[in-house]
Structure formats: structure tokens, C-alpha cells
């Protein structure tokens, strides 16, 4: 039975839009890769010292089931060069599961929803570009009601003009 995903991707090493591209087009190896956000320049968390990070979310239609899934995300982040040495350090891709349908998953490899999602305007504005009213199973708020509730601020997230370049110079 086909669900409906949502991912967050990011990346903060060397060419930040194509290692996001280049997750995509491996997600595709899973299901469908239904719709994807603008991508967005978003500030560090944690370790400041670190080049700022390229976001985007993906929504995906597979047949995987929730454990499947996330060890196919995490061979695709081997396989672009993902090295998992410092916690919120650097990284050349970072794909994280947000929500699996109306599944609630919490096992102590995996919790879904993604357990901070609704704490990170760099999670949750490209998400409510592409599931502005997919309510969050646990909270039972939209999408963009918690994108509305978080406070301005730190750290920093913009939107890039075309999603399939990067640009930026931070």
C-alpha cells in the first residue's frame, strides 16, 4: 500500500544544490517524488562555525514501510558522501523522515513525526509550501499553524529565488 512521506533535506558542503538534487533523484529509486519546496538558505544550529545549510522538502509516494525507509535515507546519505562524526556538524546531505501519513512511530532508532520539526522554521516553511494543511498527527495542527506559532528570529531562513541553483555566497 502506497503512503504519502514527507522529508527534509539538507546539505552544507561543497555544492549544496546538487547534493540535494542528487538525493532526489535517488529517492526516486523509493516511490515517487510527488512535490519538492523552493530551497531555502538556512543559519546553523548548534555548532555556528559551519557553513550555512540548503533546505528543502520532499514529498514522497513508496511502498516502504517506515524502518525500510529510513535505511534506504540513510544509504543515500552514505552514498553522497554523509560522514556522521560530529553531531549537527557539516554534512554533504541530511535527509530526515518528518511525517509518514497519519503513522506515529517511536522506537528507539526511529520516531515519527520527526520529534523537533514543529521547533524549526528551516523544517517547517519549505514543508508548508508543498502540505500547508497535512496536520501534524500529534498536535493535530496544520502545517502552517506551526510555522505561524514559532517566534521570529534565530536562526535565520530565506527563501532563494530558483531552487535549482545555489548561489549564495555564505
Known amino acids: 500500500m502506497e503512503k504519502t512521506v514527507y522529508l527534509s533535506l539538507g546539505s552544507n558542503l561543497g555544492d549544496r544544490a546538487r547534493n540535494l ?9 523509493l516511490g515517487e517524488v510527488a512535490a519538492v519546496s523552493s530551497f531555502y538558505e538556512t543559519e546553523p544550529v548548534g555548532d555556528l562555525h559551519q557553513p550555512w545549510f540548503l533546505n528543502c522538502a520532499v514529498m ?44 506515529v ?8 513525526p520527526h520529534p523537533a520539526m514543529h521547533e524549526r522554521r528551516f523544517v517547517l516553511q519549505p514543508l508548508a509550501e508543498i502540505a500547508p494543511a497535512f496536520r501534524h498527527p ?11 506559532d514559532l517566534p521570529l528570529g534565530p536562526p535565520h531562513v530565506r527563501k532563494l529565488d530558483d531552487k535549482h541553483t545555489d ?3 555564505r
Not at 538534487?21 to 529509486?29: I, K, N, P, T, V
Not at 535515507?73 to 535527509?95: F, N, S
Not at 512511530?105 to 515519527?112: E, H, N, Q
Not at 500529534?138 to 505561524?148: A, G, Q, S, V
Open 138 to 148: 500529534i498536535f493535530r495542527r496544520t502545517i502552517r499553524e506551526l510555522l505561524e
Open 60 to 103: 514522497l509516494r513508496t511502498e516502504k514501510m517506515p524502518r525500510q525507509l529510513l535505511a534506504a535515507v540513510m544509504a543515500i546519505e552514505q552514498a553522497l558522501g554523509r560522514k556522521r562524526t560530529v553531531a549537527k556538524g557539516p554534512r554533504t546531505i541530511d535527509i530526515d523522515i518528518l511525517l509518514f501519513g497519519a503513522f
Open 105 to 112: 512511530v517511536d522506537v528507539p532508532s526511529l520516531t515519527i
Open 21 to 29: 538534487q542528487d538525493a532526489m533523484e535517488r529517492l526516486r529509486s
Open 167 to 169: 548561489d549564495a555566497t
